[in-house]
């Protein structure tokens, strides 16, 4: 593993699927010419819009999300994370929310299913039902053991409550963590850093989480503040509550240092 810039993408999008990869094209650029090698993008970024109008063109965003992730990767020749997009399961009228990390060839090297769906209802008056139009994966994330850019993990937004799936991650090695997300102004303001804090610490791991912000349809209002997390638990870089990108080092000797500190994981029974 080396030491490298990594990149968590800040977006606004809307039910607008060109208008959507345009803005991350435009902020993937950004995060490039910063040097940025490994960038995720939030969940949502090619769509956010009312769940009807998400599964009629479910088909349409699946088949051009993957060939965007594509075509970014081979052009910036970096690793990229499709922090979540519909991809219509057959023969059930629903989709699986999926991130997708993507290498700099083009190639797959991880996908992940969503498991934990957001159905709460959200003391500012909002109720989601996620589980009406997504279908639960089934399986815990995977870690993809890259050479250089460590062993990197994925997850999606309301999983960052589980911390199971994120302990299940840590005892595969796992050295870096995505939380793409929307997170709801309402929950975000109280709990988005706090559990992104716990879940680095708790794992000694590092923590990108690319993050919806401000107003993408109707009431749907977003949080923002997508971050990087050292093991630590510090804020290395925060993006704040506009579109835009948060940068920072990932880095070996760091992980190392804090785990060797700090060697909770080595000391756990269960």
Same mark, same amino acid.
């Given at each position: 593993?080396?030491?490298?810039?990594?990149?968590?993408?800040?977006?606004?999008?809307?039910?607008?699927?060109?208008?959507?990869?345009?803005?991350?094209?435009?902020?993937?650029?950004?995060?490039?010419?910063?040097?940025?090698?490994?960038?995720?993008?939030?969940?949502?970024?090619?769509?956010?819009?009312?769940?009807?109008?998400?599964?009629?063109?479910?088909?349409?965003?699946?088949?051009?999300?993957?060939?965007?992730?594509?075509?970014?990767?081979?052009?910036?020749?970096?690793?990229?994370?499709?922090?979540?997009?519909?991809?219509?399961?057959?023969? #059930? &009228? *629903?989709?699986?929310?999926?991130? %997708? +990390?993507?290498?700099?060839?083009?190639?797959?090297? $991880?996908?992940?299913?969503?498991?934990?769906?957001?159905?709460?209802?959200?003391?500012?008056?909002?109720?989601?039902?996620?589980?009406?139009?997504?279908?639960?994966?089934?399986?815990?994330?995977?870690?993809?053991?890259?050479?250089?850019?460590?062993?990197?993990?994925?997850?999606?937004?309301?999983?960052?409550?589980?911390?199971?799936?994120?302990?299940?991650?840590?005892?595969?090695?796992?050295?870096?963590?995505?939380?793409?997300?929307?997170?709801?102004?309402? #929950? &975000? *303001?109280?709990?988005?850093?706090? %559990? +992104?804090?716990?879940?680095?610490?708790?794992?000694? $791991?590092?923590?990108?989480?690319?993050?919806?912000?401000?107003?993408?349809?109707?009431?749907?209002?977003?949080?923002?503040?997508?971050?990087?997390?050292?093991?630590?638990?510090?804020?290395?870089?925060?993006?704040?509550?506009?579109?835009?990108?948060?940068?920072?080092?990932?880095?070996?000797?760091?992980?190392?240092?804090?785990?060797?500190?700090?060697?909770?994981?080595?000391?756990?029974?269960?």
């Amino acid at each position: 593993m080396k030491c490298y810039l990594a990149a968590a993408i800040q977006m606004t999008s809307v039910p607008e699927l060109e208008k959507n990869l345009a803005q991350a094209e435009e902020l993937i650029d950004l995060a490039v010419r910063q040097g940025a090698e490994l960038v995720g993008l939030p969940e949502n970024f090619p769509y956010m819009g009312e769940d009807k109008d998400k599964l009629a063109q479910a088909e349409a965003i699946a088949y051009k999300t993957e060939a965007f992730l594509q075509t970014m990767a081979q052009r910036y020749q970096i690793t990229i994370l499709g922090g979540g997009f519909p991809i219509p399961v057959e023969g #059930t &009228g *629903k989709v699986y929310n999926t991130a %997708l +990390l993507v290498d700099p060839n083009g190639q797959e090297l $991880s996908r992940y299913r969503k498991v934990h769906l957001f159905d709460v209802n959200v003391p500012d008056g909002n109720t989601y039902r996620e589980s009406s139009t997504v279908m639960a994966g089934t399986e815990l994330p995977s870690v993809y053991a890259d050479e250089l850019l460590g062993n990197i993990g994925l997850s999606v937004c309301y999983d960052v409550r589980f911390p199971e799936l994120y302990r299940h991650m840590s005892s595969k090695g796992v050295d870096v963590i995505f939380v793409p997300a929307a997170f709801t102004a309402f #929950t &975000g *303001k109280d709990h988005w850093q706090v %559990l +992104l804090q716990a879940r680095a610490i708790e794992n000694t $791991s590092y923590i990108i989480a690319p993050a919806q912000t401000g107003l993408n349809y109707n009431r749907r209002q977003t949080h923002g503040h997508a971050m990087i997390i050292d093991p630590w638990g510090v804020i290395l870089a925060d993006a704040g509550e506009k579109p835009g990108v948060a940068i920072a080092e990932i880095n070996p000797s760091r992980l190392e240092q804090v785990r060797r500190q700090m060697p909770s994981l080595q000391h756990r029974i269960f």
